[in-house]
């Protein structure tokens, strides 16, 4: 008790003074207001309540407004001018309170209180206000120690280690947003790592920008960094689009090819914008279907030559049988319309990793990998336009859609011998190529975002835009992510649907531009935000070690464990 | 024991000693005084004005054309007027404990007073916390800067002989926490606390 008092009395920064649930409290600084920080993470301990909160505004203030505007130092000796500063001049905190504990020893609280729960009431006035310890954290962010629980980073202020719950990160789906240039690469691979180290989710990551998978060079320091499968020889496996390596030395486990017979009319209309394709193309691509089947038409309509004739029985120039023409005709359908699909859809036909009979079912490979819990990174290599990225990913994510739900209905339907589908998180770059408000009807991603949780199958999104994304799938995010955004819609899209906003919205936009993020949302106990793990050689050590990042000790110290 | 006067007239806040002049030399303006009323209780006070007042002879002396030294300091000696010293209640001690209350019983006519030892302030302005100093604030119509000021140099003078030397800090830091919500008199108190020159360490409250 004695230590817990003088631990108390160190880390105490002031006391409550007024405020309320809505507008958050009022908290007269007792140290130095250089000392605390915008967001740091503050407990109100009131003997029968713990309450966790966030500073959000650093005020300054004066018992007179005289008192601070004139200098007194000038007037009166030292030591007198700075008696009256100490009692008329203060720092008031604002703190927005977010979870509220019962005092005591866990074991001892009956279960229903042994939890935070969101905060119902305040505390009383002079309550005393403590800079959070290492164990605080773990109480609220979970131990270090525990099993599913990740450090993705510090506290900006006393270094103690922050855990994300990655089996609630997965549970739905999560997004990391943060402006170009944030770190969102790195902070990507940190919780990629964590997930497979992890290991209760399976992974494919389309990996657009080559970033993940293979070692890289880091672009602001120079230094190499470790890709995930050099981190992770046995557990993930690089796939790269096309026949061949599109860098030297950088050598995939196989190469992805997709088949003619896989591509279907939904795969070409979510391509609108990219082929610039008209309001007849539905139509069109309805009867190319009705005309060759739904796995034989795009091979059909890729061997049609537009334009060519042969001499008619009459002596004039008709269209020859394989063309575009002649097939309009036959089919009912605009022959104007026809051709320009075929000419818009030329970009596709000269795709060299659509081939009428992959070298491989290269695709049921990657599905079986999913299902056997390796991890797939899945390179575009050079293949990096907004056409292939929208197509291979609708395409491949379509498929396994397909795949899941038949596995889920399975199991649903003979539980005993059939067990659940392995889970599945999809990691989505660029996400607002695919959901922005206009293409996320069309793609498949909407849907899992929405729905496929039951399917076992999430979604993390990786963005730098989160105001692009239609807002009915950021609603659906569990787990946020950020780093700085300077973009006002950007702050507001991500704060969507959370409490506090107002209050957040000043520290989203006060990060610092690299390493701090704020995490928020359903998988995070309270919005807090952190200082990111970095990337490099230790962090590579301690996931090859399984070392958690938290002296566990300590943490269990402070939070009133014998050891 | 230096008795200074003895008690002329006195309210529940205050008194007016009578004393002659050879005795004025002992008083200061912010003395702390005491006036033992029965056993076991006295009363305790601080100087705020002296007032010497003409005796009628004064003015015919002065309108003399040659001024004797022997005639000035017969007429100091002799007067018939008492030098008056004016008294504002602090506190009273009964049984031993200190009150910074006003008394419940004032003192009573020709009662002596006498000056506080260095024991005597040091015990008064050490009990409670600082109390007295309301009795200080209230009188609206004395100059309540300059006889905190004096009467603080007092004291701490006192305090630092019984080696408390950090007493000062505590009493200014009171001091701006009961006048920081009148900037004015606050200011003017602080100023005549710095003309007094005090020494003030580094005693954080």
Known sequence: ?563 | MIEIGRLLRGSAAGCVIGCWVSQVTTPQYGGLVRIPVAENYQVYGIIYDIQVEDDGLVRQLLSADVLDDAVITDNRLNRNVPVEISVLFAGYQEDGMIFHLLPPRPPLTLDAMFQCTDHEICTFSSAGNFGYFRHILRASDLPVGELLSSHLRLVDAAQRHQHNPIWIQKAVQELIILLRDDYGLLMSVLAALSDSHLILGEYRG
């Open chain 1, 1 to 563: 008790m004695g230590d817990r008092n003088s631990q108390q009395r160190e880390n105490q920064i002031g006391y409550v003074v007024g405020g309320g649930l809505k507008e958050g409290l009022r908290v007269r600084l007792t140290v130095d207001p250089q000392s605390v920080q915008e967001g740091g993470f503050v407990v109100i301990d009131t003997g029968e309540w713990q309450f966790y909160g966030l500073i959000t505004d650093i005020q300054l203030g004066a018992t007179d407004p005289r008192f601070a505007d004139e200098k007194v130092e000038d007037r009166l000796p030292p030591a007198i001018s700075q008696l009256l500063h100490g009692q008329t001049l203060y720092a008031n905190l604002e703190v927005l309170p977010a979870l509220m504990l019962k005092s005591g020893r866990p074991e001892e609280l009956p279960s229903e209180d042994a939890s935070p729960i969101p905060v119902k009431t305040i505390p009383p006035h002079h309550a005393p206000v403590l800079l959070a310890s290492a164990g605080n954290i773990a109480e609220i962010f979970g131990s270090p120690n525990e099993e599913g629980n990740f450090v993705i980073g510090k506290t900006r202020e006393q270094g103690h280690p922050v855990c994300i719950n990655l089996k609630k990160f997965v549970q739905r789906s999560s997004g990391i947003f943060g402006a170009t240039g944030t770190g969102k690469s790195f902070l990507t691979r940190i919780i990629l790592a964590g997930l497979i180290d992890y290991n209760k989710t399976s992974l494919l990551v389309f990996d657009m920008h080559n970033e993940y998978g293979f070692d890289d060079t880091a672009s602001d320091t120079g230094k190499s960094v470790k890709g995930l499968r050099t981190l992770f020889p046995g557990k993930v496996r690089v796939v790269e689009l096309g026949s061949r390596p599109s860098q030297p030395g950088r050598n995939p486990d196989f190469h992805l090819e997709i088949a003619e017979k896989d591509i279907q009319p939904e795969d070409i209309e979510l391509l609108t914008r990219e082929l610039n394709l008209k309001e007849t193309t539905p139509t069109t691509l309805h009867a190319l279907v009705t005309s060759f089947g739904i796995h034989a038409w795009y091979r059909h309509f890729k061997a049609m030559k537009p334009g060519t004739t042969i001499e008619g029985e009459d002596g004039k120039r008709v269209p020859a049988p394989d063309s575009v023409e002649a097939w309009a005709n036959e089919a009912g359908v605009n022959i104007m319309a026809a051709v320009a699909l075929h000419d818009k859809m030329r970009k596709l036909f000269d795709k060299p990793y659509i081939v009428p009979q992959p070298a491989a079912d290269s695709l049921g490979e990657i599905i079986r990998l999913l299902k056997q819990g390796m991890h797939v990174m899945l390179s575009f290599g050079s293949f990096d336009s907004d056409l292939d990225y929208l197509l291979v990913t609708n395409l491949i994510t379509r498929r396994i859609r397909r795949e899941w739900e038949e596995m889920t209905n399975q199991h649903r339907a003979n539980k005993k011998t059939v067990p659940e589908p392995r889970p599945l998180t999809l990691v989505v770059e660029e996400a607002h190529k695919l959901l922005n408000r206009e293409m996320a009807s069309q793609t498949i991603f909407s849907t899992i975002a929405r729905e496929m949780r039951k399917y076992f199958v999430t979604l993390l999104i990786v963005d730098q835009r989160p105001s692009q994304i239609y807002d009915e799938v950021m609603s659906q995010l569990g787990t946020r992510i950020c780093g700085w955004l300077g973009d006002d819609s950007d702050i507001q899209a991500v704060l969507s649907g959370l409490a506090g906003r107002d209050a957040l919205r000043g520290m989203l936009a006060h990060l610092q531009p690299t390493q701090e993020v704020l995490l928020l949302g359903w998988g995070i106990s309270m919005p807090i935000p952190v200082r990111t793990l970095r990337y490099d050689e230790e962090f590579y050590r301690n996931i090859k070690g399984g070392s958690k990042f938290g002296d566990v000790d300590q943490i269990n110290r402070e939070l009133g464990f014998d050891l």
